[in-house]
């Protein structure tokens, strides 16, 4: 071997390992900085740490955990969903307002499936259509929010059933019930994306939407499937949210969408599409749950809360354009 060639081998070798370094920083930091910040709340209140906070708080963080979960899977395609919060509050009162006249159980799968509806539309429309992803779900996050308010003629539905109320306030031994379909939610994605022709499919037409095309990816039937997926989800969170609320309210889920996305975000999912992970959205979903949870220990006024979350918003979508172009480079 020459020693030219030497010298090349050892220089791509010496600029290989920053950047696997770089990468096993990308996947990890959202972890990294979720362990920090839970330390630094634990030294800043002594509540924080208790068992009861930390159930409630994840309790708390389940419904945009299960958000943010969908929201990763339209995300990594390259789109973009900002109906879900109106989701939330349509499925929510619409599984409430069954459960005057179905079983439970009933009601709940057809405030669920309300969702999924909601989410094929905007999945038909962005992909048959070829409209721009924003402006369809922006479009639905409106009329979505107007069906919840002619569904409730504006005031809240009561809930009473137990049943439902047990899926946003009851337990299972020690644990609240929203954090076990939040981890169900999460598994069953995992194989989802890991495992399966579909999930790699989404990846494809995230990283390439022409090229997938090209090579015999059904790309519409692919993604309405993926915004049927967000909406599903977002139903899911809506129903637990009526159970911890004990009504359907057609105004709440404002702002979750952006909580979502923030979250999907934070995890290492690139907004362009093509590249992220499901548990990343998870630790991004926590890293929220965290920051509102502890600023509300330490008796952050509300106002300022909204600010700060507001950064982390805009610092996420930064910190993802620097990971694209460095991706480029």
Request: hydrophobic content about 50%; glycine content about 14%.
């Amino acid at each position: 071997m020459s020693a030219n060639s030497t010298s090349i081998e050892s220089a791509a070798g010496k600029r290989s390992s920053p950047l696997r370094l770089s990468g096993m920083l990308d996947k990890m930091g959202i972890f990294v900085v979720v362990i920090f910040i839970c330390v630094l709340f634990a030294v800043l209140d002594e509540n924080f740490l208790t068992w009861s906070n930390m159930m409630n708080m994840t309790r708390q963080t389940a419904i945009n955990a299960i958000l943010a979960a969908g929201m990763t899977f339209v995300i990594l395609t390259g789109g973009i969903d900002l109906s879900v919060g109106a989701i939330v509050a349509l499925s929510g009162v619409t599984g409430v307002y069954f459960t005057q006249y179905l079983p439970a159980p009933a009601a709940i799968l057809i405030g669920i499936a309300v969702g999924g509806v909601a989410g094929y539309i905007n999945g038909f429309l962005t992909a048959k259509s070829r409209l721009p992803a924003i402006i369809v779900t922006l479009g639905s996050m409106t009329y979505l929010r107007g069906i919840a308010y002619v569904v409730t003629g504006g005031y809240p539905l009561i809930l009473t059933n137990s049943t439902f109320k047990n899926l946003g306030q009851g337990y299972l031994g020690p644990v609240p019930i929203p954090i076990i379909i939040m981890i169900l939610v999460y598994a069953v994605f995992f194989v989802v994306l890991k495992y399966t022709v579909f999930g790699r499919n989404v990846y494809m037409i995230g990283g390439n939407p022409e090229a997938a095309h090209l090579t015999g990816i059904k790309v519409v039937p692919r993604m309405t499937g993926v915004y049927t997926i967000s909406g599903i989800c977002a139903g899911i969170a809506g129903i637990i949210l009526a159970g911890r609320l004990l009504s359907g309210q057609p105004n709440v889920g404002s702002g979750y969408e952006l909580d979502a996305i923030a979250a999907v975000v934070l995890g290492g999912t690139s907004l362009s599409g093509g590249v992220g992970t499901i548990f990343g959205s998870l630790f991004g979903a926590l890293f929220m749950g965290v920051l509102s949870n502890g600023l509300t220990l330490l008796s952050v006024p509300y106002y300022w809360q909204l600010i700060i979350k507001g950064i982390v918003i805009v610092m996420a979508i930064y910190v993802d354009r620097l990971r694209q172009k460095n991706a480029r480079t």
